[in-house]
């Protein structure tokens, strides 16, 4: 079954196909190997085509009976061959680490290499290790604001798992992790970079083990992950979804509920509109809850009414501690104010919204929902049982025992900002990732040849 948070889906199983190598940022010259490395000897190599092969003096001297030694011997000491030294084994590629190069003054830096591709312009990745999610996403620059994607890859790991009661990551968890990222570090490597960003939040954060898992991860996937702060993720959030704000829009409350922290933001739109939305973020909050902390401290299988309640009150209450949550109330009467929801809660009611018998980025991303529409399915999905849950092509296995959590955080969400639409969108950090990362390189500061006209 393909992940409802997935921006678009992996060929196959989600593995590369493509044999590893190490990753090479666009530009740089490739590594040059000694005769003898990897087994490569130029000497071994035929005559080029066409041309008559010919024999050499060494192969006249040896008709005529002379020896011919090894470079470094002689005749009176031709066991000096022997200590040659064996050319060293090949290493272990170097952890994924593509930082950001200075602008060129032209402000295309990858032109000193051309483009990645040869014809699509320079390569961007985005990764996202979450609570319950491994996501990577990699594309090229298209029109002005927007790019194309070329790769995605995305897995439920449940890092989180027992996070909430132990403190620690445990190795069941951090093993389903660390496989899912030598998926993404095998597309990484199997592609030039020109520049990239691989985030970890919530769980890693959390975990007193979590730097001792970022080790486990750089020297068993070759990836070099950074943890970020809940107001970087929150602001990756927002810049990922302003496609989906429309220009009458006055005020956006966007959430984003993940599977260990839910991060809130208050946009007011009202005055002068930069094209960047995080710019007008006036309040924001990461609510120290998500689906799988909510699901493992109130059973997430059998939810009856009255603990589906109770965990709303919960979250209710941690959003009344939120002492900027009043910052867009004067704004919020009409039709120019909504909310806006990125996470798999949303994209998922969505999915059982529309009857999709699988699951549709296409059809869901951008659409609205209004307060019937939520109400009717969170009530379809409180009267059904886990196995219903599982056997909804949207919902699975995976998500059967998360997705009331989550249903509860909307519900308080929407009790604190009462809106009649809710605006779904199956994007978020990895797009909010890319676009600053794209914008920084300049790539749309004049008209561009990829993807499209301009």
Sequence with gaps: MEDPETGARARGDGVSESPAAPVRVSGE??????????????????????????????????KRGRKVFAP?????????????????????????????????PSGRPWERGGPANGRDGPIFAALDLGTNNCRLLVATPGRPGQFRV????????????????????????????????KVCGDKLRNRSIRRARLVATEACRAAENGAEFLDRVREEARIELEIIDRQTEARLAVSGCGPLVERDTDAVVLFDIGGGSSEIALIDLSRHRT???????????????????????YGGRDVTPETFAAMVADVTAMIDAFDGRHRVSHLMKGSRFH???????????????????????????????????????????????????????????????????????????????????????????????LSEMMAEEGVWRRPQQWGGRP
Aim: net charge positive; with cysteine.
């Design 29 to 62: 010259e490739p590594p040059r190997y000694p005769k003898g490395a990897d087994g490569f000897d130029p000497a071994r190599l035929g005559p080029a085509d066409g041309a008559p092969a010919r024999k050499g003096r060494k192969r006249r001297k040896r």
């Design 72 to 104: 470094g011997t002689s005749p009176q000491n031709p066991q000096a061959a022997a200590a040659v030294p064996e050319p060293p084994p090949a290493e272990a590629p170097a952890p994924i680490r593509i930082p950001a190069p200075p602008l060129e």
């Design 150 to 181: 070329v790769d995605a890859y995305s897995r439920i790991v449940r890092l989180g798992e027992g996070l909430s009661a132990t403190g620690r990551l445990s190795e069941a968890a951090m093993d389903r992790a660390v496989e899912a990222l």
């Design 275 to 297: 094209p960047r939305l995080s710019n007008h973020i006036v309040s924001w909050t990461s609510l120290p809850v998500g689906v799988v902390s909510l699901a493992e401290r």
């Design 339 to 433: 909310l806006l929801g990125t996470s798999g809660t949303v994209t998922t009611l969505a999915g059982v919204h529309l009857e999709l018998e699988r699951y549709d980025r296409r059809r869901v991303d951008g659409l609205w929902l209004d307060n019937d529409n939520v109400d009717r399915m969170i009530a379809k999905l409180l009267g059904w049982d886990f196995q219903q849950r599982v056997a909804n092509p949207c919902i699975g296995a995976d998500r059967a025992d998360l997705v009331l959590a989550g249903c509860a955080i909307l519900e308080a969400i929407r009790a604190h900002w009462p809106s009649p639409r809710l605006r779904v969108a199956d994007r978020g950090l990895r797009e909010g990732i």
